[in-house]
């Protein structure tokens, strides 16, 4: 038998596609199971559009960053970046498992505290950090302050000086390196609003080492997310070595700390398979070293920031299919319940996803379909020309590779509101951010 999009089930064994969670399956009727519950029932108890992750997933995809990373180099810093998806029960699981947090913005930082994350464990990063914003990193004592710009860095060092106290920052740098992925989230190049240019950061270390409220640890730079080429990663690298370097012979700079950001690829589309953690981590760690030794730079700690490649593949997203429109000859629409409200991806970035049937995992996928949303845009399609048994209403569509991106790009867009989300753990399900309601949308209208 095979299953959607023509994995075959392998006697007896049958386990879900490689892009589910960990531990995923197909149980005797054909249905998925995540955590090891149905996800046909999570979807009828629960309601749909729903998001369920495994917290197992994300714990194992934790410990392959520590093993891959901290076991080659053991000063290494491992950050969840918040912003993949960030809500308390994440924040508990990746402290619980060592990890710190890169936050983006006054939000992020409160739900971490109110998670207990240890905040000398989070880095505040972001482009155009308010007053308010800055000041609570102070009040907080974050472990780092990663400063982008001049404007910041004379604010900041006012507000310490204010407060008497010395504050650990970094700098973010852009080492213009293109990493071949899509343009909205390419971040490391020239034309870029994010960080120093190399001369105006050289800038910002004179100023920086005559700033007795902060203290610069080190440089920070991440040049895109969905990076499935190494050699970006390696020439970022370089570039930034050689700019420490600089900084030493020029200014007497000792680098201590080296944040090399987030951006590892994770598999969306059984076709497309990014390297392994391991293999990213064995090609950065060993040039750090090799590097650092020609350059004679002391071995700097090292951070990296996975956002996607630590949540992506831990969840998947659960519609409910309703109205079946085919055009013949054209193409045949299978509607579900939620859409870009949910999942901006696929109309932001042209994302692909490989949907499968929930309760029919194992069916022939000899259909062909367009997945679309149920909101007011032409452009509301979650995933093109898929294949699948043939779709009826009630049928329950689920996308994996869902844990990053989705749930914190969401939108009330057309009234709607925003899907619960579930965790799963050995056979237990909780709610760990509810349904929103139209009474939550009618909160904030003050008519
Ligand atoms: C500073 C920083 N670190 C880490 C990340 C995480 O990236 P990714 O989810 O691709 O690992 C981002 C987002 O692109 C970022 O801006
Ligand atoms: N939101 C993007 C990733 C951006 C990463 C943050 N700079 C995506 O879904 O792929």
Do not use: W
Not at 282 to 299: D, Q
Request: contains cysteine; proline residues 4%; negative net charge.
């Amino acid at each position: 038998m095979t299953a959607s999009c023509g994995i075959a089930i392998m006697g007896g064994m049958k386990n879900a596609p490689l892009f589910f969670p960990l531990g995923s399956t197909i149980d005797d009727n054909g249905h998925l199971r995540i955590g090891g519950l149905d996800a046909v029932e999570l979807a009828k108890e629960y309601g749909t559009p729903l998001y369920v992750f495994d917290e197992n997933d994300i714990r194992e995809r934790c410990r392959e960053f520590k093993r891959e990373f901290a076991g080659r180099y053991p000063a290494t810093h491992i950050a969840f970046a918040g912003k993949a998806c960030l809500n308390k029960a994440i924040a508990k699981v990746v402290a619980s498992e060592g990890f710190g947090l890169d936050v983006v913005s006054g939000g992020e930082l409160e739900i971490a505290r109110s998670a207990g994350f240890p905040t000398n464990q989070i880095y505040f990063h972001g482009n155009n950090k308010s007053d308010a914003e800055l000041e609570m990193a102070l009040e907080y004592k974050v472990g780092r302050i990663v400063v982008d710009n001049f404007y910041e860095l004379s604010r900041l060092d006012a507000m310490a000086a204010r407060r008497g106290v010395k504050a650990d920052i970094m700098f973010r740098i852009k080492p213009g390196i293109d990493p071949h992925t899509h343009a909205k989230i390419t971040t490391g190049n020239i034309d870029s609003k994010f960080g120093f240019g190399l001369d105006d950061a050289a800038d910002a270390v004179a100023r920086a080492m005559k700033c007795g409220n902060l203290k610069l640890t080190g440089f920070h730079y991440h040049i895109g997310s969905q990076i499935f080429e190494i050699q970006p990663f390696l020439d970022a690298l370089k570039t930034t070595l050689e700019f420490m370097a600089r900084m030493k012979r020029e200014l007497g700079f000792i680098t201590e700390e080296l944040d090399a950001g987030g951006g590892y690829a994770v598999q969306y589309l059984s076709g497309a398979q990014p390297p392994a953690i391991g293999e990213y981590a064995e090609a950065i760690v060993s040039l750090l070293r090799s590097e650092c030794h020609r350059l004679g730079l002391a071995l700097p700690k090292l951070s990296v920031e996975p956002g996607r490649a630590t949540v992506a593949r831990s969840a998947v997203a659960l519609y409910t299919v309703g109205a079946i429109k085919d055009i013949p000859g054209v193409r045949c629409y299978a509607c579900v319940d939620g859409g870009m409200a949910d999942n901006i991806r696929p109309a932001l970035y042209c994302s692909q996803y490989e949907p499968y049937l929930a309760n029919r995992m194992a069916d022939y996928a000899d259909q062909t379909y367009t997945i679309a949303g149920r909101f007011c845009e032409s452009g509301d399609i979650l995933a093109n020309d898929v294949k699948l048994p043939e779709v009826k209403p009630g049928d329950i569509l689920v996308m994996p590779v869902s844990g990053a991106y989705s749930i914190p790009m969401s939108s009330n867009y057309n009234a709607f509101c925003r899907p619960a989300v579930v965790m799963v753990k050995d056979g237990q399900a909780r709610i760990i951010k509810r349904r929103e309601t139209v009474e939550d949308l009618l909160r904030t209208d003050l008519g």
